[in-house]
């Protein structure tokens, strides 16, 4: 049996496919159809949500709507002012209103620093500090600076430094210089800077001499600097204008001479003088006539208090003022007695005098006919009489110099020589500043007579082993004494011993061998000789009458002992070992009418630490 099979012709088939494909299509169309009918619907509701809402709006008020203008705006109000900013910038175009000027300057020329009223500083003027004063190079400087690149214009904040547009790559060194002038130029220079910065009128310089100087002195050429400018200060009446007592009046009962009991010293401690000094007080010393105190030390600075007449002034002692020589560490400072002027000097051949009426400062550069001898100014006495001013010149070979000059005129009037071995140690006015007192390192004292400028005596101290110091004290009753009216004299030596001596009672015993020319004895024995002292003696001083003494040594802690005269003990009850007095550089005494009361003197004593400490001797 056969079979048969059917086949469909390849037209029939593509028609059958095509039919599929049509039918698929509508069946998707219709499900297109009824999605976008879904959508529809969804619009609608959407837009009927949003019909409301601008029927929500319609119903807000006028006056909110008006507000929200005025605080948002409006694209109106936005356009119309934009148009007649348009319409305004052109009428001013047309005016030239609109030119300020500055087209035409560089970046740097519109940068404006704020100043105080009166201040100006013109960038022009700036200069730079190439030497800053200094024989060594500034820390900050460095070598590596002139191999360092820097480009101006590469960083923004940089491009204020340039000088001109085109100006980018500088050096290290320049880009310092260049950052130092825009500082100055936002920051002015105050004016303690400017003066620091100035160079002094003379630069250092080493002097030399034909005179044959010690090794101690060889360092005087190589410190003497000169100041550049002298300062002036108020006057003295300015400065005491709040002082309680300007002049010491006498105390009732004054004339009558209160005598000091031996063995046993009523003292008591008062306010010290306020503040602490910079550096070791190397010279304190009263005035005679006004409550000051004088005190000065290497810091080149002079301070002036005022000593508290009473204990209830609200602050004790205070500072009247200070004085600052630059470049000049002093080494000693004096009143001038009966007077209101200062002598200050420093080792330097020039020193200076401070007038406390005009507050005016005189320089003295030289003395005239004698600098070869006189190459340091920094130990000079002052007579009594505040007439003289004896001036200890360079140590010679085998001998020393004192130089006399007059105060009035400031101009050399005579000199004293001495021979002694190793120069001249220290010496002293007599009270009636007829004459000296020079005391030879050797331990040879020279009296010299300033009216008849010759000596008079000469006489050798007792067991002398390197004397250091001298002092007079007290008075005699021998007006017409060849050697002065002073009745005790004490020399102190480099092993602290202290050697007194009672001159009344040379003038008082003339069967001693002295002949016509040599009024005291060549070797007299001292009166009284003080080991307390186990280092060499620094400091001597007396009382304003001669009834006490003080020897110090700066040497050593607390090396500080009260003599009595003419008893010639030490008082046993002061100091003691709670009494803080330091290394001792400064030793003075006042007279008590300066505070009245039963007060009969101020002891003064400062130390290393720049301390000054106030007791009273009652």
């Known amino acids: 049996m056969s079979t048969k099979t059917l086949s469909r012709p390849a037209a029939t088939l593509e028609t059958w496919n095509t039919s599929r494909d049509s039918r698929q299509t509508e069946l998707q169309v219709r499900q297109g159809s009824d ?3 879904e959508l529809a619907e969804d619009d609608s509701d959407v837009e009927s949500d949003l019909g409301d809402g601008d029927e929500e709006e319609e119903a807000k008020d006028e006056d909110e709507a008006e507000l929200e203008r005025l605080v ?15 319409l305004d910038s052109e009428k ?14 560089d970046d740097a020329a519109l940068f404006v620093t704020d100043l105080a009223p009166g201040e100006v500083v013109c960038p022009a003027t700036i200069t730079d500090d190439e030497g800053h004063g200094s024989r060594h190079p500034p820390a900050w400087e460095d070598s590596d600076d002139e191999r360092l690149v820097v480009s101006l214009a590469a960083v923004p904040r940089l491009r204020k430094l340039r000088l001109t547009e085109a100006d980018d790559l500088v050096n290290g060194k320049e880009y310092s210089k260049r950052l130092r002038r825009q500082f100055e130029l936002l920051t002015p220079r105050p004016e303690w800077a400017t003066h620091a910065s100035q160079k002094p009128a003379h630069k250092r310089r080493r002097l030399s001499g034909d005179v044959s100087s010690s090794d101690e002195e060889a360092g005087y050429a190589d410190d003497m600097d000169v100041d550049d400018e002298i300062p002036n200060t108020a006057p003295l009446a300015k400065l005491l204008q709040d002082a309680q007592t300007l002049v010491r009046e006498p105390e009732k009962g004054a004339g009558k001479k209160r005598k000091i009991r031996p063995e046993t010293l009523d003292i008591q401690r008062t306010k010290d003088i306020p503040g602490i000094q910079p550096s070791a007080i190397t010279s304190l010393s009263f005035h005679s006539t006004h409550p000051l105190l004088l005190s000065s030390g290497p810091s080149s600075t002079l301070y002036l208090h005022h000593l508290a007449s009473s204990p209830p002034a609200p602050t004790p002692n205070p500072l009247l003022t200070s004085l600052h020589i630059h470049g000049a560490p002093l080494s000693t400072t004096a009143f001038q007695p009966h007077s209101t002027r200062i002598f200050l000097s420093a080792r330097r051949r020039f020193f200076h005098i401070w007038d406390l009426e005009t507050g005016q400062v005189e320089k003295i550069t030289r003395v005239y006919g004698h600098q070869h001898e006189q190459r340091s100014m920094e130990r000079f006495k002052l007579s009594p009489d505040g007439k003289l001013m004896g001036l200890l010149g360079s140590a010679r070979k085998g001998g020393g110099v004192i130089n006399i000059l007059s105060t009035a005129t400031l101009q050399w009037q005579s000199q ?20 000296l007192c020079i005391a030879g390192k050797n331990g040879e004292i020279s009296e010299c007579s300033v009216a008849e400028q010759r000596i008079v005596a000469r006489w050798q101290d007792e067991g002398a082993v390197g004397t250091t110091t001298l002092a007079l004290g007290g008075q005699h009753e021998f007006v017409k004494s060849p050697i002065g009216t002073d009745r005790w004299i004490s020399i102190g030596s480099s092993s602290g011993v202290v050697n007194i001596y009672d001159r009344r009672a040379w003038l008082a015993e003339p069967s001693k061998p002295t002949t016509i020319d040599q009024p005291i004895p060549t070797n007299p024995p001292p009166t009284k000789t003080l080991d307390h002292l186990t280092t060499p003696t620094s400091h001597l001083a007396f009382s304003h009458d001669g009834q006490m003494m003080i020897m110090a040594s700066k040497w050593k802690r607390d090396a500080l002992r009260m003599v009595h005269l003419p008893s010639c003990t030490v008082f ?19 007279e008590g009418s300066a505070v009245g009361g039963d007060v009969y003197a101020v002891v003064a004593v400062a130390n290393e630490q720049g301390k000054i400490r106030v007791w009273e001797v009652r």
């Not at 001013?92 to 300057?105: F, K, N, R, S």
């Not at 100091?575 to 001792?584: E, Q, S, V």
């Open 72 to 86: 948002f705006g409006d694209s109106e109000g936005f356009r119309e002012n934009l148009k007649n900013f348009s």
């Open 416 to 435: 004293v020589r001495v021979e002694s071995r190793g120069g001249i140690a220290e010496f002293c006015w007599w009270r009636d500043s007829r004459g």
């Open 35 to 37: 999605n976008e009918a």
């Open 572 to 590: 046993k009850n002061w100091p003691t070992d709670k009494t803080p007095l330091g290394r001792i550089t400064g030793v003075a005494f006042c």
């Open 92 to 105: 001013d175009d047309e005016d030239g209103a609109g030119e300020t000027g500055l087209e035409g300057l």
